[in-house]
Protein backbone atom coordinates (compact mmCIF):
# COMPACT_ATOMS: atom_id res chain seq x y z
CA UNK A 1 0.00 0.00 0.00
CA UNK A 2 1.24 3.32 -1.09
CA UNK A 3 -0.21 6.70 -0.56
CA UNK A 4 -0.73 8.69 -3.61
CA UNK A 5 -1.93 11.66 -2.01
CA UNK A 6 -1.23 13.83 1.80
CA UNK A 7 -4.24 15.60 2.47
CA UNK A 8 -3.41 16.71 6.20
CA UNK A 9 0.41 18.14 6.73
CA UNK A 10 1.42 21.36 8.59
CA UNK A 11 4.34 23.93 8.48
CA UNK A 12 6.29 26.29 10.13
CA UNK A 13 2.48 28.66 9.38
CA UNK A 14 1.31 26.89 12.60
CA UNK A 15 3.50 24.35 14.64
CA UNK A 16 5.07 22.97 11.72
CA UNK A 17 8.78 22.62 11.32
CA UNK A 18 8.89 22.63 7.62
CA UNK A 19 8.01 25.47 4.74
CA UNK A 20 5.48 24.20 2.06
CA UNK A 21 8.21 23.83 -0.28
CA UNK A 22 10.20 21.18 2.14
CA UNK A 23 6.88 19.49 2.51
CA UNK A 24 6.66 19.50 -1.26
CA UNK A 25 9.64 18.06 -2.22
CA UNK A 26 9.62 15.07 0.49
CA UNK A 27 6.38 14.46 -1.50
CA UNK A 28 7.69 14.30 -4.64
CA UNK A 29 10.75 12.12 -3.16
CA UNK A 30 7.71 9.97 -2.12
CA UNK A 31 5.82 9.74 -5.39
CA UNK A 32 3.01 11.45 -4.07
CA UNK A 33 0.35 13.70 -7.17
CA UNK A 34 -1.05 15.58 -4.35
CA UNK A 35 -0.06 17.46 -1.05
CA UNK A 36 -2.26 20.12 0.62
CA UNK A 37 -0.75 22.52 3.58
CA UNK A 38 -3.28 22.69 6.37
CA UNK A 39 -2.21 24.52 9.01
CA UNK A 40 -4.03 25.03 11.91
CA UNK A 41 -7.28 27.42 11.69
CA UNK A 42 -7.00 30.53 13.38
CA UNK A 43 -9.27 29.55 16.54
CA UNK A 44 -6.06 27.80 18.20
CA UNK A 45 -4.25 29.67 20.45
CA UNK A 46 -1.14 29.90 19.92
CA UNK A 47 -0.72 28.56 16.39
CA UNK A 48 -3.80 29.14 14.14
CA UNK A 49 -2.74 30.94 10.83
CA UNK A 50 -3.76 34.27 10.00
CA UNK A 51 -5.98 35.88 7.19
CA UNK A 52 -3.53 38.27 5.95
CA UNK A 53 -0.88 35.36 5.31
CA UNK A 54 -3.81 33.10 3.18
CA UNK A 55 -2.62 35.03 0.02
CA UNK A 56 0.90 34.40 0.36
CA UNK A 57 0.69 30.85 1.03
CA UNK A 58 -1.31 30.10 -1.84
CA UNK A 59 1.14 31.67 -3.89
CA UNK A 60 4.22 29.74 -2.32
CA UNK A 61 1.72 26.66 -3.40
CA UNK A 62 1.54 27.44 -6.90
CA UNK A 63 5.75 27.90 -6.70
CA UNK A 64 6.33 24.61 -5.04
CA UNK A 65 4.07 22.81 -7.48
CA UNK A 66 5.56 24.40 -10.22
CA UNK A 67 9.36 23.63 -8.55
CA UNK A 68 8.32 19.89 -7.68
CA UNK A 69 5.66 19.04 -9.98
CA UNK A 70 3.84 18.03 -7.33
CA UNK A 71 0.54 19.52 -7.29
CA UNK A 72 0.58 21.72 -3.89
CA UNK A 73 -3.19 22.87 -2.37
CA UNK A 74 -3.96 24.43 -0.02
CA UNK A 75 -6.44 24.48 2.89
CA UNK A 76 -6.38 24.43 6.62
CA UNK A 77 -7.64 21.96 9.36
CA UNK A 78 -10.16 23.74 11.08
CA UNK A 79 -11.40 23.71 14.71
CA UNK A 80 -14.94 22.90 15.51
CA UNK A 81 -15.41 25.43 18.32
CA UNK A 82 -18.93 24.41 19.73
CA UNK A 83 -21.56 22.04 20.59
CA UNK A 84 -23.43 24.22 17.36
CA UNK A 85 -20.82 22.49 15.18
CA UNK A 86 -19.23 25.95 14.11
CA UNK A 87 -15.85 25.89 13.10
CA UNK A 88 -13.26 28.56 12.78
CA UNK A 89 -13.10 28.84 8.83
CA UNK A 90 -13.36 31.85 7.70
CA UNK A 91 -15.39 33.18 5.22
CA UNK A 92 -12.31 35.62 3.71
CA UNK A 93 -10.09 32.78 3.17
CA UNK A 94 -12.51 30.46 1.22
CA UNK A 95 -11.66 32.04 -2.06
CA UNK A 96 -7.46 30.90 -1.70
CA UNK A 97 -8.60 27.54 0.12
CA UNK A 98 -8.65 24.21 -1.83
CA UNK A 99 -9.73 21.70 0.63
CA UNK A 100 -11.65 22.10 4.15
CA UNK A 101 -10.77 19.53 7.18
CA UNK A 102 -11.80 20.26 10.21
CA UNK A 103 -11.32 18.73 13.75
CA UNK A 104 -11.34 19.14 18.10
CA UNK A 105 -8.45 19.85 19.31
CA UNK A 106 -7.15 21.20 22.32
CA UNK A 107 -5.58 25.54 23.10
CA UNK A 108 -8.95 26.57 21.56
CA UNK A 109 -10.40 30.21 22.03
CA UNK A 110 -13.92 29.44 22.24
CA UNK A 111 -16.57 31.52 21.71
CA UNK A 112 -17.98 31.06 25.46
CA UNK A 113 -17.00 29.63 28.58
CA UNK A 114 -19.53 26.66 28.55
CA UNK A 115 -18.40 25.75 25.30
CA UNK A 116 -15.14 25.34 26.80
CA UNK A 117 -16.37 23.51 29.62
CA UNK A 118 -18.70 21.24 27.49
CA UNK A 119 -15.92 20.21 24.78
CA UNK A 120 -12.44 20.41 26.31
CA UNK A 121 -12.94 20.07 30.17
CA UNK A 122 -15.95 17.63 29.94
CA UNK A 123 -13.40 15.40 27.86
CA UNK A 124 -10.40 16.11 29.71
CA UNK A 125 -11.43 14.85 33.18
CA UNK A 126 -13.27 11.64 31.47
CA UNK A 127 -10.13 10.72 30.29
CA UNK A 128 -7.66 11.51 33.30
CA UNK A 129 -10.02 10.88 36.04
CA UNK A 130 -13.76 9.41 35.24
CA UNK A 131 -15.37 7.27 32.57
CA UNK A 132 -17.21 9.16 29.91
CA UNK A 133 -20.72 9.30 31.10
CA UNK A 134 -23.33 8.58 27.96
CA UNK A 135 -24.48 12.06 28.03
CA UNK A 136 -20.75 13.53 27.46
CA UNK A 137 -20.52 10.97 24.29
CA UNK A 138 -23.91 11.67 23.38
CA UNK A 139 -23.33 15.01 23.20
CA UNK A 140 -19.56 14.77 21.52
CA UNK A 141 -21.10 12.64 18.68
CA UNK A 142 -23.73 15.76 18.12
CA UNK A 143 -20.69 18.23 17.98
CA UNK A 144 -19.22 16.22 15.18
CA UNK A 145 -22.69 15.88 13.29
CA UNK A 146 -23.93 19.60 13.66
CA UNK A 147 -20.08 20.60 12.07
CA UNK A 148 -20.64 17.68 9.21
CA UNK A 149 -23.96 19.02 8.27
CA UNK A 150 -23.58 22.51 8.57
CA UNK A 151 -19.78 23.20 6.97
CA UNK A 152 -18.63 21.61 3.61
CA UNK A 153 -16.27 19.73 5.21
CA UNK A 154 -14.29 17.64 3.20
CA UNK A 155 -11.77 15.69 5.87
CA UNK A 156 -12.90 14.88 9.54
CA UNK A 157 -9.72 14.91 11.27
CA UNK A 158 -8.85 12.32 13.91
CA UNK A 159 -12.27 11.50 14.55
CA UNK A 160 -12.02 10.46 18.59
CA UNK A 161 -8.82 12.59 19.50
CA UNK A 162 -9.86 14.83 22.52
CA UNK A 163 -13.69 13.64 22.69
CA UNK A 164 -15.30 10.46 23.22
CA UNK A 165 -17.85 9.53 20.96
CA UNK A 166 -20.37 7.13 19.09
CA UNK A 167 -17.94 6.49 15.66
CA UNK A 168 -20.74 4.25 14.11
CA UNK A 169 -22.94 7.74 14.49
CA UNK A 170 -20.11 9.88 13.01
CA UNK A 171 -19.06 7.92 10.66
CA UNK A 172 -23.03 7.21 9.47
CA UNK A 173 -23.07 11.03 9.34
CA UNK A 174 -19.82 11.68 7.10
CA UNK A 175 -21.19 8.83 4.80
CA UNK A 176 -24.76 10.70 4.40
CA UNK A 177 -22.95 14.27 3.56
CA UNK A 178 -19.75 13.32 1.71
CA UNK A 179 -17.48 14.01 4.35
CA UNK A 180 -14.50 11.72 4.57
CA UNK A 181 -13.15 9.72 7.60
CA UNK A 182 -10.03 10.18 8.34
CA UNK A 183 -7.55 7.16 8.83
CA UNK A 184 -4.47 9.17 11.24
CA UNK A 185 -0.92 7.94 10.29
CA UNK A 186 0.14 9.43 13.48
CA UNK A 187 -1.73 8.22 16.39
CA UNK A 188 -4.63 5.80 17.26
CA UNK A 189 -7.83 7.61 18.66
CA UNK A 190 -10.48 5.18 18.72
CA UNK A 191 -10.11 1.39 19.71
CA UNK A 192 -10.49 -1.07 17.60
CA UNK A 193 -13.97 -2.17 18.55
CA UNK A 194 -14.69 1.57 17.83
CA UNK A 195 -13.21 1.06 14.20
CA UNK A 196 -14.91 -2.19 13.13
CA UNK A 197 -18.07 0.10 14.10
CA UNK A 198 -17.37 2.60 11.87
CA UNK A 199 -16.98 -0.04 8.97
CA UNK A 200 -20.63 -1.25 9.56
CA UNK A 201 -21.11 2.30 7.59
CA UNK A 202 -20.36 3.13 4.01
CA UNK A 203 -18.23 5.96 4.79
CA UNK A 204 -14.87 6.43 3.00
CA UNK A 205 -11.45 6.86 4.17
CA UNK A 206 -8.54 8.64 3.57
CA UNK A 207 -5.29 8.14 5.47
CA UNK A 208 -3.59 11.16 6.56
CA UNK A 209 0.13 11.34 7.59
CA UNK A 210 -1.42 14.75 9.62
CA UNK A 211 2.80 15.50 9.23
CA UNK A 212 3.91 18.41 11.63
CA UNK A 213 7.99 18.18 9.72
CA UNK A 214 8.62 16.94 6.50
CA UNK A 215 10.29 13.97 6.47
CA UNK A 216 6.81 12.74 7.98
CA UNK A 217 5.19 13.29 4.71
CA UNK A 218 3.31 10.47 2.60
CA UNK A 219 4.21 8.19 5.71
CA UNK A 220 1.88 5.76 6.49
CA UNK A 221 2.90 5.10 10.09
CA UNK A 222 0.38 3.39 12.48
CA UNK A 223 -2.76 3.32 9.68
CA UNK A 224 -0.78 0.11 7.82
CA UNK A 225 -0.94 -1.78 10.97
CA UNK A 226 -4.35 -0.65 11.96
CA UNK A 227 -6.24 -1.27 8.60
CA UNK A 228 -4.78 -4.97 8.88
CA UNK A 229 -5.92 -5.61 12.35
CA UNK A 230 -9.22 -3.87 11.93
CA UNK A 231 -9.69 -5.31 7.91
CA UNK A 232 -10.07 -1.71 6.83
CA UNK A 233 -11.20 -2.55 2.81
CA UNK A 234 -8.74 -0.51 0.82
CA UNK A 235 -10.93 0.09 -2.20
CA UNK A 236 -12.96 2.55 0.63
CA UNK A 237 -9.19 4.41 0.96
CA UNK A 238 -9.60 7.32 -1.66
CA UNK A 239 -6.20 8.39 -1.94
CA UNK A 240 -3.72 5.05 -2.12
CA UNK A 241 -2.29 2.87 -5.19
CA UNK A 242 -2.77 5.63 -7.88
CA UNK A 243 -6.10 6.62 -6.51
CA UNK A 244 -7.68 10.25 -5.93
CA UNK A 245 -11.39 11.07 -4.12
CA UNK A 246 -13.33 12.41 -6.53
CA UNK A 247 -16.24 15.30 -6.05
CA UNK A 248 -15.03 16.78 -2.68
CA UNK A 249 -17.59 18.41 -0.92
CA UNK A 250 -15.49 22.31 -0.46
CA UNK A 251 -15.00 22.31 -4.12
CA UNK A 252 -18.85 21.55 -5.25
CA UNK A 253 -19.80 24.30 -2.27
CA UNK A 254 -17.24 26.62 -4.25
CA UNK A 255 -18.59 26.47 -7.39
CA UNK A 256 -22.07 27.05 -5.89
CA UNK A 257 -21.04 30.30 -4.29
ZN1 LIG B 1 -5.51 17.99 14.30
ZN1 LIG C 1 -3.18 18.31 12.09
Redesign the pocket.
Known amino acids: MKLTADY?T?TIFSHGTGTILDNAMVAKQNGLMELAI?D?GHGHTVYGIRSKKVPYMKSLCEDATNQTGVKVILGV?ANILGVSGKTDMKEIDMENMDIYLAGIHKLITYDKLKEWYLLFAKNFNARHFFKPSESLIKRNTQVYINAIKNNPIDIL?HPGFCAFINAYDVAKCCEDYGTIFEIDARKKHLEDDEWESVLKTNVNFVIDS?AHSPEKIGVLGQAESLIERVGIPTDRILNIDGKLPKNMRFQEYKRKM
Open positions: HHTHETD
